[in-house]
């Protein structure tokens, strides 16, 4: 009787998988088929994460980004302005914070910050209001204007395009932008 049981399951469940449809897959067909859908995904996921910075490099990346943005464009942000803004914007700015940093209008507990922030606006103000030093601050940077106080011509010392060095050497021949 228990063969005759045995041989009953077996027969239904041969007819059940006569049931079936090739569209339908059954058994070790569709764990396959769910491995196949589920390995890419778990490979994705890997490699999310993996490439996903994690907030210590995403804070180190963006301290990287405020120095060299702090090297570039400091002036401008320390008015406020744009790099577009014209000489009217820029002595706008200028006069309304030296008025709320001057030290003399602060009060003595501010005195030593409103100091420190009047002289970086008196400095911005300084270099953008004058044509020259502008064009080569915005060349060439802090860089740039410190060879400039020198007496020494910025595209020269290095800091342009020509691919040379304040300290000399480099390419025999200089090479760069000021081939001719």
Not at 40 to 60: E, F, G, Q
Not at 103 to 109: A, F, I, M
Request: net charge positive; aromatic share 8%; glycine share 10%.
């Amino acid at each position: 009787s228990h063969t005759a049981q045995y041989r009953h399951f077996n027969s239904n469940r041969a007819t059940s998988k006569m049931h079936f449809s090739k569209e339908q897959p059954h058994g070790r067909q569709r764990r396959q088929r769910r491995r196949a859908n589920v390995v890419p995904l778990i490979a994705l996921l890997i490699l999310l994460c993996a490439v996903r910075p994690t907030s210590a490099n995403r804070r180190r990346a963006q301290q990287q980004q405020q120095q060299r943005g702090s090297s570039e464009d400091e002036y401008y942000r320390t008015l406020g302005v744009s790099k577009r803004a014209d000489k009217k914007e820029i002595k706008s700015a200028y006069r309304k914070l030296a008025l709320k940093y001057h030290p003399d209008k602060v009060e003595e507990s501010k005195k030593e910050k409103a100091e420190k922030r009047f002289r970086e606006v008196s400095e911005a103000y300084a270099i953008l209001s004058d044509e020259e030093k502008r064009k080569v601050y915005d060349k060439y940077g802090k860089n740039g204007l410190d060879a400039l106080e020198k007496g020494i011509d910025p595209e020269e010392a290095g800091f342009g395009f020509g691919g040379g060095s304040p300290f000399g050497g480099g390419f025999p021949g200089g090479g760069g932008a000021n081939f001719h």
